[in-house]
């Protein structure tokens, strides 16, 4: 994978194919949907700067260690939702909620569709260049980890039992973007400290 300026296409940024990405290396990725629906064409490119030596293009963002469906140590992933299914390791059967049109509709809505436990509660914030809201919660299912939803992308956090995620839901230049850090409460300090870097790196530019 090149470096920025090259714009990764949306469809490759978002597939579950695993990139090897560069230490201290920015990279700029064309904004990515969740694959259910795809996000509409969006005027934005997700850049940012890894830090440490461990990650990888995976789905919508970068994770570290090798990923899987049943456990990934941390990730950072970008998208636009514009619509949220019942989720991995759930029927399928209930349709996709639509959670509205501002920051706060959507982050009710993922807290309403999924089992998580809210830690801190949506509140409004203004970061990455946007304003919004922002929460953290972990997710709370014992069947989290026993299937990949059928080949279906949806919202990512749902991927093992206990983890948590922080979010940061905010319009940048008229788009409402989900930024999302994960980890586990067993993420080395090393590792939070490489994501957390890497985080602060995160710029959301047009293109």
Known sequence: MTEAPH??????????????LRPGATYRVRMPGN???????????VELTLSGDTWWLFEQGVVTQGPSYVREDAGIRVMELDAIAYGPCQSQARPPVDP????????????SRYP?????PVAPVAR???????LTARLDDPNASLCDNGGVMTYRPMAAQHQLVELWIVVVHGERVIIERSWFSDTSPRVLADQQRTLDSLRLVRV
């Open 35 to 45: 694959l259910y629906p795809v996000a509409p064409g969006s005027h934005l490119a």
């Open 100 to 111: 509205g049109p501002t920051p706060a509709d959507l982050g009710r809505a993922i807290l």
């Open 128 to 134: 990455f260049g946007g304003s919004g809201v922002h």
């Open 7 to 20: 714009v990764v296409e949306r469809d490759a940024y978002a597939f579950r194919t695993l990139n090897a």
């Open 116 to 120: 998580f436990t809210v830690i801190e």
